[in-house]
């Protein structure tokens, strides 16, 4: 019967996959056109919703939204969603911009523009702005609070670096930090004597004819789509929150009707007659910015197969976003999601822009992996694993008299012995668990992770893990606490 009752949550989980295994798909399995790939791969990939817009050619072939934001709204291809760290690439360009036009000397440093400016122990003194947007300034966000939600404004925001300690030379190494790129937001106000959302509006939005962009997305008001969580696939509804300092590191606010023309003009500028930057400066935004650090003008960069791509993903507030440039190709893609989930980010969102380039330049895609399915599973194996664990915590003291049991048949203290020894060692082996969480991710993504971010990236996996812990841990306190008073037999009666 024991055994039986042990084989049960396989069994489940065992019949849920192969449910999930033999459900008919929805959809063709092969896309061959942008419409109906994005329309289907929303629900099979579990987003809430999102916006697109694809270049082909040097010119925009489509752009749309699909689904709803996080309070229910339709979105379409003028809906306003906040574009997190991909933004940091219109920050770049319009720095070149600058630089261009002689206002701003990248390879000055940053203190002589910001005579404040420095890190801690007095070091950072000579860092130039081309290294804040190389990410190579040599300081990390484990010496320093790179999140500041409480600064008031990009100024409050960037003295945050007075604090943070250098740990390698200038222009060595990469590390991406936020911090980095509001400082070059602020050095760009100061030659420029105008707000970071003023510039970037003047420089580069009302050229392209980006109408529908803002880099100061509160002044949108109810207008502004909301972003949401996923517990499981599920919707979970995430507040709008107010960052004045974010906008040059990503809060800032687009629609697929723009994304389509800034994609446009990365892919081709000179098909514009009047473009913010000439094509050469345009083909410097996707080279590496110092030697051996794959990292553009916000743009990190990769080559597959010969053809060279530029990318950044990004995750704000219950959005994430993905976009990629194709330079060779004259192809680009955006997508934006009104929905923030680390397994969206890390599989869905890659696979669905590397889809969409094969339907530009190849004709057509196959079906990728359902996010959704994969959901659904871990969904049942996390509410099998818990329920198995708290029927082991309800039956701690059966658990602990079958100890008692074997060890009084058998006459020796080795079981009783040995029970205790694994319900001791199970209590601090979670509670370092637990606590080892933020750490370990942040050690896996090179950034720091705080208890609220891991919650926020994905909720259900998190809670799952830490529910696990606390009933396993509630489990082995309860038999140890039965177990405590057992006697132990004579050896060898």
């Given at each position: 019967m024991r055994i039986v009752r042990r084989l049960v949550p396989f069994v489940v989980v065992a019949a849920a996959a192969l449910v999930l295994l033999y459900v008919p798909e929805i959809g063709p399995e092969r896309y061959t056109d942008l419409a109906t790939y994005f329309r289907v791969e929303r629900s099979r990939q579990a987003f809430t919703g999102y916006v697109v817009a694809a270049v082909s050619s040097g010119a925009v072939m489509y752009v749309d939204g699909f689904g709803v934001d996080g309070s229910g709204r339709a979105l379409d291809a003028h809906s306003p969603v906040l574009l997190g760290s991909p933004a940091k690439t219109m920050t770049a360009c319009t720095a070149l911009i600058l630089a261009r036009r002689g206002r701003l000397d990248l390879d000055k440093p940053v203190s002589s523009y910001l005579p404040w400016f420095g890190f801690a122990d007095g070091k950072g003194r000579d860092v130039t702005t081309r290294q804040l947007l190389a990410?190579?300034?040599?300081?990390?966000?484990?010496?320093?609070?790179?999140?500041?939600e409480s600064a008031p404004d990009l100024d409050s925001a960037v003295r945050s670096l007075l604090r943070a300690r250098q740990s390698f030379p200038p222009g060595r190494s990469f590390h991406y930090i936020n911090t980095g790129y509001q400082a070059v937001g602020l050095v760009m106000e100061k030659v420029a004597g105008e707000s970071f959302a003023s510039l970037v509006k003047q420089r580069l939005f009302a050229p392209l004819g980006m109408k529908e962009s803002t880099a100061a997305p509160a002044e949108l008001g109810q207008a502004l789509c909301s972003g949401s969580g996923s517990f499981f696939g599920a919707r979970l509804s995430r507040p709008l929150v107010s960052r004045p300092y974010g906008?040059?590191?990503?809060?800032?606010?687009?629609?697929?009707?723009?994304?389509?023309?800034y994609l446009a003009f990365l892919a081709a500028p000179q098909n514009l007659s009047n473009p913010p930057l000439p094509p050469r400066y345009v083909r410097m935004l996707f080279q590496p910015i110092e030697p051996k650090i794959d990292f553009g003008y916000g743009w990190f960069l990769d080559t597959e197969k010969g053809h060279r791509s530029a990318f950044h993903d990004g995750a704000l507030d219950g959005f994430s976003s993905r976009l990629v440039v194709w330079p060779d190709q004259k192809a680009a893609i955006a997508v934006v999601a009104t929905q923030d989930s680390l397994l969206q980010s890390l599989i869905s969102l890659p696979e669905l822009t590397e889809g969409a380039r094969r339907i530009m330049l190849d004709g057509g895609t196959p079906r990728p992996f359902p996010l959704l399915r994969l959901y659904i599973l871990l969904a049942v194996i996390a509410t099998v694993h818990l329920i198995a664990l708290a029927i082991q915590t309800g039956g701690a003291l059966r658990?602990?008299?079958?100890?008692?049991?074997?060890s009084e048949a058998k006459g020796v203290p080795g079981p009783i012995r040995f029970a205790r020894f694994r319900a001791i060692l199970g209590i601090p082996l979670r509670v370092f668990l637990v606590a080892a969480l933020p750490w370990s991710l942040g050690h896996i993504f090179d950034r720091s992770v705080s208890w609220r971010v891991a919650f926020a990236l994905e909720p259900g996996v998190v809670s799952w893990f830490v529910a696990a812990c606390f009933f396993g841990l509630l489990r082995n306190t309860a038999r140890l606490a039965w177990l405590r008073g057992a006697p132990l037999p004579p050896a060898g009666r």
């Open positions: 990410e190579s300034s040599g300081v990390s966000d484990d010496s320093f609070d790179d999140s500041h906008g040059p590191s990503g809060y800032l606010a687009s629609t697929a009707n723009d994304l389509g023309s658990w602990a008299k079958d100890v008692k049991g074997r």
